[in-house]
């Protein structure tokens, strides 16, 4: 019996959620345009273009989101303040800024 050797990769595709949902899309307006007296290739064509904009909604809606940061990296980015938060770097700019008015 083989082992697979490390973490098998996941695919995450777009078409894997576009193209279930584009088909059973395109059949439901292909059928609805035919109903409604347009020509079969007019009905093919808008079904199609119907299909594959419901196709994309429909995988963009049902696509998992992003991943969120791990802890250690959200506690590193607390600890570390930005130049502009430093209360010393703060004083010194408006000291320079109230020289200049004063000049």
């Given at each position: 019996m083989k082992t697979p050797k490390g973490?098998?990769?996941i695919i995450n595709?777009?078409?894997d959620l576009i193209v279930p949902?584009?088909?059973?899309l395109w059949l439901f307006f292909l059928l609805i345009f035919a109903l409604l007296g347009y020509s079969v290739t007019a009905s093919v064509l808008f079904g199609a273009l119907g299909g594959f904009a419901g196709g994309l909604v429909s995988a963009w809606w049902y696509a998992p989101g992003g991943e969120p940061m791990p802890k250690e990296e959200r506690k590193q980015k607390s600890?570390?303040?930005s130049l502009?938060?430093?209360p010393k770097?703060?004083?010194r700019t408006e000291r320079r800024h109230l020289r200049r008015r004063q000049r």
């Open positions: 973490p098998q990769p595709d777009m078409t949902a584009a088909l059973r600890k570390r303040p502009l938060q430093l770097w703060r004083l």
